[in-house]
């Protein structure tokens, strides 16, 4: 039957709290205290934040100075990538060992469709339990896991019964748990959009599956459609071992504020540097340029332009950048400068026709 999903077991694991997990098991005495990954120095942001430092409102991507109010007495440790990398590459290896299938989102993240695995297992659920226990016992750390039809339920499962611990959404479960899902765990919907469905009376997965796609297309754009097919367990996507990346980019956040637009073209130019340095790594290249700045204000401002064929090359994209720059007028001091490059030539323009019926084949499978 064409028009309907290829049956698929899907795992989302996602180690705990990674980088502080690894600092912790790498420095036994920071055990039991609130501990925060980078963010030490007067410009640091925090990069991880263990469950203790949660508790107090610690989050990666706060500035130090607000984790430090938040925990006055918090622990901050400088990040290692190169352990962190390391550990990651034992993970991985152990997810090989059961399916070739591993899609990799980060260093602490990955799906693996177990569909048809390399340990003869019918069983996902079981499969999950066997890989987080492979994990501890091979790096001493503890992993979550969410095991369910598709991805998205699957990334959205491995967050419900976090730390050290799995969920599975079984076929027949699907519906029910995505109805009784609050808004703000779907995957995909942030602060900003669970805040404007708020405003539409949209508050369970229930509430979003009772709006049409066309209103939800008016109101959210091409994210419309998604949400539509999400919430009733479509999500044609597949676990592609070799993801293709949206975009590549560089950015820099300065000691001291920036306000001349000189230092600001001379920080661009080592950014654009970097960035072709990426873009050549991943053998990739982009026709639209983004230059993002972020104000002394935290505001956020991003400017784009779409080039008519694909550039990898510095000079290029630091001319373009600087066009951005000088588009229109700054608003305050700047504290943050980036150049990312989309619409990059690895993009599969193809879009599959995802038919609603295909739902009920998985409600059928054996999980």
Same mark, same amino acid.
């Given at each position: ?5 290829? =049956?698929?077991?899907? !795992?989302?694991? &996602? ?7 690894? @600092? ?13 990954? #980078? ?63 591993? @899609?990799? =989102? ?53 967050? !419900? ?15 029910? +748990?995505?109805?009784?899902? &609050? ?49 009733? #367990? ?9 993801? !293709? ?72 994209? =630091? ?45 059928? +499978?054996?999980?």
């Amino acid at each position: 039957m064409p028009n309907e999903m290829p =049956l698929r077991k899907i !795992i989302h694991v &996602d180690m705990d709290a990674f980088y502080a997990s690894v @600092e912790e098991l790498d420095n036994p005495d920071l055990k039991g205290k609130p501990l925060a990954v #980078g963010g030490s120095e007067k410009r640091g942001v925090v990069s991880a934040a263990n469950y203790e430092a949660r508790k107090f409102g610690v989050r990666s991507a706060m500035s130090g100075f607000q984790a430090r109010k938040n925990c006055p007495h918090l622990t901050f440790v400088k990040p290692r990538f190169d352990r962190y990398k390391e550990i990651s590459k034992q993970i991985r290896a152990i997810f090989f060992e059961y399916t070739d299938l591993v @899609e990799p =989102l980060s260093l602490d993240e990955a799906y693996l469709d177990v569909t048809i695995n390399k340990k003869g297992n019918p069983s996902a659920t079981m499969l999950a339990t066997e890989i987080r226990q492979r994990i501890l016992e091979k790096t001493g750390l503890n992993a979550s896991a969410g095991i369910s039809i598709n991805k998205f339920i699957a990334k959205v499962a491995s967050d !419900i019964n976090k730390p050290n611990g799995q969920k599975t959404v079984n076929p027949e479960e699907v519906i029910p +748990f995505l109805e009784n899902l &609050d808004i703000r765990k779907f995957y995909g919907v942030g602060k900003v959009t669970a805040e404007k469905m708020y405003k539409l009376g949209i508050f369970t997965g229930k509430d979003l599956k009772s709006k049409s796609i066309e209103f939800l297309a008016e109101n959210f754009g091409k994210s419309g459609p998604y949400y539509y097919h999400v919430v009733r #367990g479509i999500h044609n996507s597949e676990v592609k071992p070799h993801r !293709i990346p949206k975009s590549v980019g560089a950015e820099r956040t300065f000691n001291e504020n920036l306000s001349s637009e000189v230092f600001m073209l001379e920080r661009l130019e080592h950014i654009a540097q970097e960035l072709e340095r990426r873009l050549t790594k991943s053998k990739v290249a982009g026709k639209t340029i983004t230059l993002k700045i972020k104000y002394s204000d935290f505001t956020l401002n991003t400017r784009s332009k779409t080039m008519p064929y694909f550039i990898a090359d510095k000079d290029l994209i =630091l001319e373009t950048a600087k066009d951005l720059l000088y588009q229109e007028e700054l608003q305050n001091s700047v504290r943050l400068l980036g150049i990312s490059l989309s619409n990059l030539n690895t993009e599969d323009k193809k879009t599959k026709k995802v038919d609603d019926k295909s739902i009920l084949v998985q409600l059928k +499978f054996d999980f």
